[in-house]
């Protein structure tokens, strides 16, 4: 079975701090990552995803299977970071990989 | 583009009456996916569907939930007899292929039974 947990629900840092929301995931294959980002009345936008490598708005997640995390990560928090991030795992069902299982969201808040 | 588009935005049904929910997908997407955030949680994976064809309704609960994707049209997602426990946030997504990969959210319906 696939599980996502993101152990944060609240996150709250300053301007200028660093920031790492968590995400812990449970799949006994090979997984693809994501960090999907949800601003506040806006859809949900993906952010990244493991297999890029890439660095989108500062941000980075860099994914370790052994200890089953994909935590994202910003050396210096922005305000307009203030958002809902969600961590999703694609895993092949048929062949296919087009089923996302989310994790329950962490909210973050940079205060000025 | 004008992306993936729902409506309604908020949808107020009172318990017994249905629900409908439109998805109209991103041009050149002919895949599309139906979530369902219940308050607190996460989005749950419900029913994804191609052009006349549903792939995988795993997702979706065995009575008064339906889904369809017509030929010509947006996808349709249909919820009969609404009890409080169907209150929640119903996100599609579209891709152009069989890949989450490609996925475009839509921005949701906010469904409230009352």
């Known amino acids: 079975a696939q599980r996502v947990t993101q152990p944060e629900k609240l996150l709250s840092v300053f301007k200028g701090a660093p920031v790492e929301l968590k995400c812990n995931y449970s799949?006994?294959?090979?997984?693809?990552l994501f960090w999907y980002v949800q601003y506040s009345r806006q859809r949900l936008q993906l952010l990244l995803r493991?297999?890029s490598r890439e660095s989108i708005k500062g941000f980075t997640a860099d994914l370790n299977k052994g200890e089953t995390s994909f935590h994202l990560k910003k050396p210096f928090a922005q305000e307009e970071d203030s958002a809902m991030y969600y961590c999703?795992?694609?895993?092949?069902?048929?062949?296919?990989?087009?089923?996302?299982?989310f994790g329950k969201g962490t909210l973050l808040t940079v205060n000025p | 583009n004008a992306g993936v588009m729902q409506n309604p935005r908020h949808l107020v049904r009172r318990r017994g009456q249905e629900a409908r929910l439109r998805c109209s997908p991103m041009?050149?997407?002919?895949?599309v996916y139906w979530y369902r955030q219940l308050p607190e949680e996460g989005l749950k994976f419900m029913v994804y569907?191609?052009?006349?064809?549903?792939?995988?309704e795993s997702g979706m609960p065995k009575e008064r939930f339906s889904a369809e994707f017509p030929k010509e049209g947006p996808s349709i997602l249909r919820i009969q007899q609404v009890v409080r426990g169907d209150s929640a946030a119903y996100f599609c997504?579209?891709?152009?292929?069989?890949?989450?990969?490609?996925?475009?959210f839509g921005s949701g319906t906010r469904l409230t039974v009352v």
């Open positions: 999703a795992l694609s895993g092949y069902s048929g062949g296919s990989n087009y089923k996302l299982t």
């Open positions: 493991h297999i």
């Open positions: 997504a579209s891709s152009r292929d069989r890949s989450s990969y490609g996925y475009t």
């Open positions: 569907l191609q052009k006349e064809n549903i792939i995988d």
């Open positions: 041009k050149g997407h002919s895949h």
């Open positions: 799949y006994s294959g090979s997984p693809e």
